[in-house]
């Protein structure tokens, strides 16, 4: 089955419907797409506690002489 054999029986099975069983067809726009954001990863505690020691580490080097 093509598309536009697709689209024709979607088309004749909208019109049956609202016809023969007086129903309603409800056409809603697209929805846009959302904005590509750059991927962050979340720093875990381990991270956050690594950048930590790193950090007390060049501290210490830098007071040292």
Do not use: H
């Amino acid at each position: 089955m093509t598309k536009e054999q697709l689209r024709a029986e979607l088309e004749q099975q909208a019109r049956n419907f609202v016809e023969r069983d007086g129903g309603e067809v409800v056409m809603y726009a697209a929805q846009r797409k959302p904005d590509r954001q750059p991927w962050r990863k979340k720093p875990s505690l381990l991270d956050e506690a690594f950048q930590a020691e790193v950090q007390k580490i060049t501290s210490q080097r830098d007071v040292e002489p």
